[in-house]
């Protein structure tokens, strides 16, 4: 979502782990990381207080399964690295 203030634009995002990003291309970037729903409302609510729009959205609940399992393969040490000097079969045979 596109956001301006007076001279400024900026963007705001919400993710699936309720990771807020807000960018002000006239100032700063700022990232809040809220631990719980309740913390989400609240930030939702400053916002609507303060009259800036947003929009949220969500992933699928498949979609974010996968990158779980995939995460957690590779913090168990299951993935193969790539020699970028081989090609892609070269490197899977």
Same mark, same amino acid.
């Given at each position: 979502?596109?956001?301006? $203030?007076? =001279?400024c634009v900026? %963007?705001?995002?919400l993710? &699936? ?12 970037t ?5 631990e719980?729903?309740?913390? #989400? ?10 009259k $800036?729009?947003?929009?949220?959205s +969500?992933?699928?609940?498949?979609? #974010?399964?996968?990158i779980? %399992? /995939?995460?957690?393969? $590779? %913090?168990?040490? &299951?993935y193969? +690295?790539?020699?970028p000097d081989? /090609?892609?079969w =070269?490197?899977?045979?």
């Open positions: 979502m596109i956001f301006r $203030v007076g =001279e900026g %963007e705001y995002k993710n &699936n782990n309720f990771d807020i990003y807000l960018l002000n291309l006239c100032m700063e700022v990232i809040m990381h809220p719980n729903k309740e913390q #989400v409302a609240a930030l939702k609510a400053f916002a609507k207080a303060l $800036v729009k947003f929009e949220t +969500t992933y699928n609940a498949d979609f #974010v399964a996968k779980k %399992e /995939s995460t957690k393969q $590779v %913090e168990a040490g &299951n193969t +690295t790539l020699d081989k /090609s892609l =070269e490197n899977l045979g």
